[in-house]
């Protein structure tokens, strides 16, 4: 199978993650994707790719030349916000920038969506308009799949390797059962980006807010002194966050406060923010912050709130410790590609983020995908291939040293 051919087999696959679950992984579907893809390293000649008790394929190629030791890492599952079940995909065959229509509702097309402007001239892959694609994550999978499948059968020099697809991405607990003595490497790389010249390793630093309101709820007509209206109490909290730092008013390195959800009436309320900032002091001070109007609240409402923020991850530049062999050695294969390498502040963060600090230093690479997680989604036929290039070259057997 080629390289879109493994894609297309892997959206087939329902996987995705579940944020409310306690189980490991979250999803039991994402398993069946896990043993498919044990079955297919072990076809490819990965005689001892398992599936562990956690939900992660762990896959290991000896070296056969002297060289660094190096992981590819993508994950199995999809995000939550739209369906990921009867996904079914279409290849638009050289894009020309134009109207995309992906049913009779829904459309797309360069000028409103400037992410498909990179892939003007591409074969690519969208979405029927009724489910997200997958590529993100399925399409570092595939790659993965492919140049591993490439390397061994040409029996090129290299290092060793080590695979892992990791389970629950989405729900911000792929590495929390990682086993970094399984995956002995002197440096991995997650492909989970969009733009394939990127060469990701400036993340945000990252927490989670949850804010639950305990109410009074009285008669209005008697309710003077007495009433705690905790849906009032929720937009009085929401309204004292700068207004400015929401996602929607910034860009580059700035940070924000997200508001992921809402509910309430007057007996009970409930918000749920993401905090994001690069800058590690600004983002403990936006922490700070949301302490202060916590206390605040409770002071003119009777102690009626509870605040829990929950570290996620930190940025994965501060982790590296001026160690830039992996940002250097993609760098390279991207050049010996014919493509010129970039990296720049994302707006997001990766697993590799939470794998670099717990010690194993993990960049982030593209796999020309664009739109995650929702109905726009798309991939480049043509970006694919050429990632597929680059981890080839990448893989190839060259002297070690910092």
Excluded at 17 to 39: C, G, N
Excluded at 44 to 59: C, F, K, Q
């Amino acid at each position: 199978m080629s390289v879109i051919d493994k894609f297309l087999h892997y959206v087939s696959f329902d996987t995705q993650s579940d944020e409310h679950s306690t189980t490991t992984p979250s999803t039991l579907k994402q398993l069946v994707l896990a043993q498919e893809l044990v079955k297919e390293l072990k076809e490819i000649g990965v005689s001892n790719a398992a599936l562990d008790p956690n939900g992660i394929v762990y896959g290991e190629i000896e070296a056969n030349a002297a060289g660094d030791a190096i992981g590819l890492i993508a994950h199995m599952d999809t995000a939550s916000e739209m369906p990921g079940k009867d996904v079914r995909p279409r290849i638009v065959e050289h894009y020309d920038g134009g109207n995309i229509q992906l049913n009779e509702q829904y459309a797309m097309d360069a000028d409103a969506f400037p992410e498909l402007q990179a892939v003007i001239g591409d074969d690519i892959i969208v979405t029927d308009g009724n489910t997200l694609l997958g590529a993100d994550d399925k399409a570092g999978i595939a790659i993965i799949m492919e140049a591993i499948e490439g390397i061994i059968k040409s029996n090129s020099p290299h290092g060793k390797i080590m695979i892992a697809f990791t389970p629950d991405e989405e729900v911000g607990r792929g590495t929390e059962n990682f086993d970094l003595d399984r995956f002995k490497v002197d440096y991995a790389y997650t492909l989970d980006g969009s733009e394939i010249q990127n060469v990701d390793y400036q993340t945000f630093n990252a927490a989670s807010a949850v804010i639950n309101i305990s109410g009074r709820a009285i008669h209005p007509g008697s309710a003077k002194g007495q009433m705690i209206n905790a849906a009032a109490v929720a937009v009085d909290f929401a309204s004292r966050l700068p207004q400015w730092e929401r996602p929607e008013f910034t860009e580059g390195e700035e940070g924000f406060f997200h508001l992921l959800e809402m509910s309430g009436e007057c007996d009970h309320a409930h918000l749920a923010y993401i905090i994001r900032d690069h800058n590690r002091q600004r983002f403990e001070e936006k922490k700070q912050l949301m302490k202060k109007i916590a206390e605040t609240v409770n002071c003119l409402y009777n102690n009626c709130l509870t605040l829990e923020i929950r570290d996620q991850y930190y940025n994965l530049a501060d982790a590296m410790n001026g160690d830039t062999r992996a940002v250097e050695r993609a760098k390279d294969s991207l050049k010996a590609c014919g493509i010129e390498p970039d990296s720049l502040p994302i707006r997001g963060g990766t697993d590799g983020a939470m794998l670099t600090w717990k010690g194993l230093i993990t960049p982030n690479l593209g796999t020309g995908g664009g739109n995650f997680h929702g109905r726009y989604e798309f991939v480049s036929i043509n970006k694919m291939n050429k990632m597929v290039e680059v981890i080839t070259d990448m893989l190839k057997a060259k002297s070690a040293g910092k």
